[in-house]
């Protein structure tokens, strides 16, 4: 099939990419010509496992290409996916400036039938204001060509996005039930019936409950996060260990094992967005949602959660201390720095005088790029973080290690080692990556998340 993907964001190119490795011919659009110009040397614009080769493989067989012409990209494809972004608006709401932007160009330009398909996590009814909004372009031009739009919003995770869209758990379709519709919904039934594993991935619904299965899975994920978060905090004054909790409330199907880590809180470019933009709509609603309003709020604390733990063992002056901070993107396998609690942790640490090293296998060149923006008003402070390319070169002489992202290689380091880097053997663990009873053995003093640490 010919397909177009407006936006080469994270979701846009994973998405082109995927289709085109199943023989389709992408067409990927966006106006910033700066990442076609990239895409089209060879380059990718983000890191994500895998997505470099795949593109480049896809490329050299003429299945993907990449312009900012939208006018042919309009004409090529039978389906044309928005992929663009969706930030949050000042209010907390999506801002759907650029989706509606896709929308005009797609009236401006289309010709015949076409299948509009709305990739990005938009709130519900943006389905309903894109189709408005294409047909007041079309009666501009005074044409009449059939579309119809579709919800089919992704369940992608980062660092595992091409997994995750090559074997889906599940394909949501939303889609109208009048003639379009329908004639939209086989199209994109045969555009993922190389992913329909066993015939059962696909579900189709009515496009306002597909527009609200995605914030319900995120907003969900991220109320698992919380709860274990707070009961994490509470297993610590209590003297039990969140995960023993954790292994013992897992084997309940209806409770499960994943995603029920605690840690120093969620990140990136879905949750703290998502939950936002949900509390935001239902207000429009007069549907408060207080549980949600908490999660966010649980997150917001828990993201503070290091730097409270250290203040208890340090004090609130730090100006004599030195850290090492081990992780900077919001979770592995990634270099993405949105919301990551690494930016809060390193911030508050500055605030207090304190002199900062910090490594990331992967996320060195974003957080240059981040830090100058996030400290542009604090030179001072600034000047007291450098970046490290090498972990044990970053712990050399510093009074503590902070762990911020699991990461696998900070999993099993050598911790004899580490230990003689250390200017004191003292680790803040916001990931609980290591065994509170080994740090012991090894004489090492351990802080981790809602775990019974017993001294050395
Ligand atoms: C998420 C959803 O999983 C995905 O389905 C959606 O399409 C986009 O948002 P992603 O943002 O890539 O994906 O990250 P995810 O792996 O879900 O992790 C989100 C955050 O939660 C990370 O900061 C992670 O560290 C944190 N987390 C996750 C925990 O603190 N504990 C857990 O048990 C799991």
């Known amino acids: 099939m010919n397909i177009t993907i407006i936006g080469t964001g994270y979701v846009g190119l994973v998405t082109g990419a995927c289709l085109a490795e199943t023989g389709n011919h992408v067409f ?69 400036q650029y989706v509606l932007a896709a929308a005009r160009n797609i009236g401006q330009h ?35 060509h059939s579309f119809s739009v579709v919800s089919n919003p992704e369940f992608l995770k980062e660092g595992e996005a091409i997994g995750d869209f090559m074997q889906p758990d599940r394909i949501v379709l939303g889609c109208d039930n009048d003639q379009n519709g329908v004639r939209a919904a086989e199209i994109m039934r045969c555009l993922y019936a190389p992913f329909n594993r066993d015939h059962k991935r696909i579900l189709q619904m009515d496009v306002r409950s597909a527009e609200l299965t995605k914030y319900a899975a995120n907003a969900m994920l991220a109320t698992r996060i919380s709860f274990i978060n707070e009961l994490a905090n509470l297993a610590e004054c209590m003297g039990a260990d969140i995960e023993e909790v954790r292994r013992g409330i897992g084997p309940d199907p209806r409770i499960g094992n994943h995603f029920l880590s605690a840690g120093c809180g969620y990140g990136g470019s879905c949750f703290p967005k998502d939950v936002q933009a949900l509390i935001r709509t239902a207000s429009e609603y007069h549907q408060p949602l207080p549980l949600l309003s908490a999660v966010e ?45 690494s930016r809060i942790l390193i911030a508050a640490l500055l605030a207090r005088g304190a002199t900062v090293v910090a490594y990331d296998p992967v996320a060195m060149d974003e957080a240059r790029r981040v830090f100058m923006l996030d400290l542009q008003n604090a030179p001072a402070a600034h000047a007291r973080l450098s970046l490290s390319e090498d972990p044990m070169q970053a712990v050399a002489g510093a009074d503590a290690l902070v762990v911020v992202t699991e990461w696998n290689e900070f999993k099993n380091p050598d911790f004899q080692r ?32 809602g775990r019974v640490y017993e001294g050395f």
């Open 28 to 96: 990927c659009i966006d106006v910033a010509a700066h990442k076609i110009d990239l895409l089209n040397h060879g380059g990718v614009p983000i890191y994500e496992l895998g997505l470099q080769e795949m593109i480049a493989r896809n490329r050299a067989a003429g299945r993907i290409h990449f312009s900012t012409d939208l006018a042919a990209g309009a004409a090529h494809g039978d389906i044309l996916f928005i992929a663009v972004g969706t930030p949050p608006d000042e209010d907390g709401s999506a801002d759907l």
């Open 110 to 144: 289309m010709q015949g039938f076409k299948v509009i398909v709305n990739k990005s996590t938009v709130p519900v009814g943006t389905a309903q204001r894109v189709q408005q909004t294409i047909a007041v372009e079309l009666a501009a031009r005074a044409v009449e």
């Open 418 to 449: 580490l230990r003689a880097q250390l200017k004191k053997p003292l680790i803040f663990d916001g990931r609980n990556v290591y065994e509170p009873a080994e740090m012991s053995e090894l004489g090492i003093e351990y802080h981790a998340i």
């Open 297 to 341: 709020a649980v997150n917001d604390a828990q993201k503070q959660v290091l730097v409270r733990k250290i203040v208890a063992r340090l004090g609130e002056d730090l100006s004599a201390f030195r850290f090492a901070v081990w992780g900077l993107a919001f979770k592995p396998n990634t270099d993405d720095m949105r919301e990551a609690p």
